[in-house]
């Protein structure tokens, strides 16, 4: 039997099949519409638009309506949210911080939900209650985890290798081999993500099968991007060479702070150590976000070479998409 299966553009109602991944911190509501403006669809992270911690559930959910509102206010296209699951089983009302998300995005009718971690169904069947799209990405894509999201109704799977930017998948899977044994796996369309930064990405990235691509870090070195000015800049001089390792999932630019995880990662081996360290920090938001380079961590991609000027949004997807033929 011939089975009419949605293309990811039908799917996302975009231009181009092209989601740019949710970024803690820096993906807030002018980069999010900035992307769906030009072709693709937008994503709102956690802590959007924010340059300071709340420990309170409630008001993290309203900080999320608020860039909801500015979303609306700075395009007519649909857009995204992302929803972090983690662990199968675990309960919503558990999670007093993914709860306000869902309940406020739920409020505002969003379509899309990028849930990343846990294929957790409870999570799945409430998004599929108020009609929503689902996106998921493991962290770490196995190809049991991705079967098991298909059969609970997700729409889109992405398919991330340890070349990305972010918290990094716990195998040594490449986006090259990673992304076509997923696509052999499951029968709805799985997007490419780590380490595209360029258009040869996105036509490699299709080659290996996915139907669209997942990006993060290019975007953070976009004219719209909430990254400090001198992170973007350090982005643009930087190389493959000036990243180290700071805990078993996380790499960083060799700032300051950085390279003293990275030296206590060296020594002591013990990652969920060098990750609270991380936390202690501020997360990505002392180097990222404040630009106090060295006090923090800036993590990317593999593939920082490639990445060599601050484009507008627009000029930037014009550019990844350029061979892309619908
Ligand atoms: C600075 C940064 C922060 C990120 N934060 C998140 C996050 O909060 N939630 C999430 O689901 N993924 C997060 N990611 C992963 C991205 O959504 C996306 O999967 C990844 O960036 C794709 O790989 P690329 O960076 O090589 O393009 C982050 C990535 C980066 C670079």
Redo the contacts with the bound molecule.
């Keep these: 039997m011939f089975i009419m299966t949605k293309t990811v553009t039908e799917i996302l109602n975009t231009k181009y099949p092209l989601i740019q991944?949710?970024?803690?911190w820096?993906t807030d509501a002018k980069l999010v519409a900035a992307v769906c403006n030009a072709g693709g669809l937008g994503v709102l992270?956690?802590n959007a638009g924010q340059n300071t911690v709340t420990r309170d559930a409630t008001e993290n959910a309203e900080r999320l309506r608020h860039q909801i509102h500015k979303v609306k206010k700075l395009t007519d296209k649909d857009f995204g949210v992302?929803i972090?699951t983690a662990s199968p089983d675990e309960k919503i009302d558990d999670d007093p911080f993914m709860k306000g998300f869902l309940d406020v995005a739920f409020e505002e009718h969003l379509k899309y939900y990028?849930v990343?971690g846990a294929p957790n169904e409870a999570v799945f069947q409430a998004i599929k209650a108020h009609d929503g799209i689902i996106i998921f990405?493991p962290m770490t894509p196995t190809i049991a985890t991705m079967v098991q999201a298909e059969a609970l109704g997700a729409d889109i799977l992405?398919a991330?290798g340890r070349?990305?930017?972010?918290?990094l998948p716990a195998q040594e899977y490449g986006t090259f081999t990673v992304v076509p044994t997923m696509v052999d796996a499951v029968s709805i369309p799985v997007l490419a993500?780590?380490?595209?930064n360029d258009k040869r990405g996105v036509n490699a990235a299709l080659a290996l099968g996915a139907q669209g691509v997942?990006?993060?870090?290019?975007f953070?070195a976009t004219k719209e991007a909430p990254t400090a000015e001198n992170v973007k800049e350090l982005m643009i001089k930087s190389t493959y060479h000036d990243l180290t390792q700071v805990s078993a999932s996380q790499r960083s630019l060799k700032t300051g702070a950085a390279q003293k995880l990275a030296q206590d990662y060296q020594q002591n081996h013990d990652g969920p150590k060098m990750d609270e360290a991380i936390n202690a920090l501020g997360g990505?938001l002392p180097a990222?976000v404040k630009g106090d380079v060295n006090a923090g961590i800036i993590?990317?991609?593999t593939?920082i070479d490639l990445i060599r000027d601050i484009p507008t949004v627009a000029e930037l997807i014009d550019r990844l998409m350029v061979d892309y033929k619908n």
């Design positions: 991944g949710p970024m803690a820096l992270g956690t992302n972090l990028v990343v990405r992405v991330t070349d990305e930017g972010g918290i993500a780590g380490g595209i997942f990006i993060g870090t290019r953070l990505l990222m993590t990317s991609n593939g």
